[in-house]
């Protein structure tokens, strides 16, 4: 039987400088949003570039090292754009929110994301997790995880009645949280959570340049890597097997 392959990359390059996207802003989540997503100190709230892309990337342009383990290349407030209109928004598996800290006249803290959901699946991944300086070592990132995590675990509620308190959630069954392997703030954020490590996924992203990381040499022969180091001629070995 004949077939095609008619794939096409997506192609980036164009969207416009300074694109914060449709007016209104469309999040296109492929899930129910609780719009009390809050404890009595933070909220988080859809990230709407027009409102929150400045900020952000004000925050950042005065400390990169902030995304020092990112495997997005987010130097620029354009860069940013693009990853939020074509990561985020144009992906339904994705949503990303603002934390809002409601002491401080509801500054904005940082941001945090859910991504890679999975109806099927019943699962997603917390990503994008970034506090701004001011805000780090205080209450904002807890409140922020633990907000993103009631939102996915907490089963949805039946309509509310005597009796009955209302939850909103999605009913997932696994979170899941990666993070670069020498990311130690990370890795203590996750277990203060209560999430449990389960491994080491090697080679699982690519670092763009100018991330930790990036620059290791080409693989050729390179012992960290299985198919340079057996792997091709176990295969092989398998292939030619009479």
């Known amino acids: 039987m004949a077939y095609i392959n008619s794939y096409e990359k997506p192609e980036r390059s164009t969207l416009l400088p300074g694109y914060f996207g ?18 009595e100190r933070v909220k988080l709230t859809p990230f709407i570039p027009s409102l929150h892309a400045q900020e952000y990337a004000a925050q950042v342009g005065v400390r990169p090292e ?11 407030l354009d860069r940013l754009l693009t990853e939020v209109e074509v990561r985020v928004r144009r992906n339904p598996s994705w949503i990303l929110f603002a934390i809002i800290d409601k002491p401080h006249g509801s500054a904005m803290a940082g941001v945090i994301g859910l991504i890679n959901a999975s109806p099927e699946n ?38 509310p009645g005597p009796g009955r308190s209302v939850r909103r959630g999605l009913g997932f069954r696994r979170v899941q949280w ?40 080409l693989r050729t022969g390179d012992p960290l890597n299985d198919w340079e180091n057996g792997g091709r001629e176990q295969v092989q070995r398998l292939i030619d097997r009479k």
Do not use: C
């Not at 007016?23 to 719009?35: G, K, Q, R």
């Not at 902030?66 to 620029?76: E, G, I, M, Q, Y």
């Open 22 to 39: 449709p007016d209104p802003y469309d999040i296109n989540w492929a899930f129910p949003l609780n719009e009390t997503l809050e404890s």
């Open 66 to 76: 902030l995304h020092r383990w990112f495997p997005l290349d987010l130097s620029s």
């Open 122 to 159: 019943l699962s997603a991944e917390i990503g994008w997790v970034l506090v701004f300086p001011a805000f780090q070592r205080t209450y904002v990132t807890s409140n922020a995880i633990g907000i993103m995590l009631q939102y996915a675990f907490e089963l949805p509620s039946p309509e």
């Open 178 to 217: 990666t993070a670069h392997s020498a990311n130690k703030p990370s890795h203590a954020a996750a277990t203060r959570m209560g999430l449990k490590e389960e491994g080491i996924l090697r080679w699982t992203r690519v670092s763009h340049e100018g991330a930790e990381g990036h620059g290791i040499p």
